[in-house]
């Protein structure tokens, strides 16, 4: 029981869910797009919000700045978020235009407010839970989008619900968070995407 809580915090990892997103998107999105440029834009989300993280990651743990890639302490979560907000923008203003892709800018402009929302919290001493931020803004995006392309996705929707409820039960389990800092975390992510709705739904 202990291995299956443990493998949600590995399965919906923060750093994975804005590419989980993308992916949902272009799964049940009705326009044609070009898979070259499909690619060309997932690889992009990859490269900056997995791959460079990662990097960073090892390069602060090298100069003594982190001890964890669970950014355990609130003093090791100043820096990842300020970069993670500086990607973030990269990612508005180089990979998705808000005309073309709409669904996907905003979704990104959500998710640097929610990343915003959790630095300005960590200085005044309040850590969220980054898997429950990164996983319930993917499910309000994708609760979105079904509204928005009329499409019938409640299987999907079940399916993340549950991830939202196993993700909960495994920082729990862990002890890496109190229940405020999840419920806490869930809120920081689900508002910016619903005050961004007004923007593309």
Not at 145 to 163: D, P, R, S
């Amino acid at each position: 029981m202990s291995f299956f809580l443990r493998l949600a915090a590995y399965l919906f990892h923060p750093l994975l869910m804005p590419l989980l997103g993308c992916l949902l998107y272009y799964a049940i999105t009705p326009r044609f797009i070009e898979p070259e440029i499909m690619q060309a834009r997932l690889l992009a989300v990859s490269i900056i919000t997995i791959f460079i993280p990662i990097i960073t990651f090892f390069l602060l743990k090298s100069l003594g700045q982190t001890s964890s890639i669970d950014l355990k302490t609130i003093k090791e979560r100043k820096i990842p978020l300020m970069i993670q907000c500086i990607l973030l923008l990269l990612i508005i203003k180089v990979v998705f235009d808000p005309y073309d892709n709409p669904e996907l800018y905003y979704f990104f402009v959500g998710i640097l407010f929610s990343v915003f929302t959790a630095l300005l919290l960590i200085f005044l001493k309040f850590k969220i839970s980054f898997h429950q931020m990164g996983i319930a803004g993917v499910t309000m995006f994708l609760i979105a989008l079904g509204v928005h392309f009329k499409v019938n996705i409640l299987l999907t929707l079940g399916l993340l619900f549950i991830a939202n409820g196993w993700v909960a039960a495994s920082r729990l389990h862990t002890l890496s968070h109190t229940s405020v800092e999840l419920i806490v975390g869930f809120f920081v992510a689900i508002i910016p995407q619903l005050i961004i709705l007004n923007f593309w739904l």
